[in-house]
């Protein structure tokens, strides 16, 4: 099964358009993720998190909704750590 997530980002580390990337924490998991898909997002935002690329743009009440939503299945924890 395949899985997008939500994560925020915290520190840029590239600028380069096709090699952009930043720290994304993901319940207090930091991870490397590409951000080319999304140029526009800043730090603070919330993306959608596919493989190590970001996909999209969501807002905070979407993001916790989604937390709240893996927090009832089970899975908020066991996502963070693959």
Known sequence: MCLAVPGRVEEFLNHSPLERSAHVS????RKVINLALVPEAVIGDYVIVHVGFAISRIDEAQAQQIFRDLEEIGMRGRLAEE
């Open 26 to 29: 993901f319940g207090g998991i």
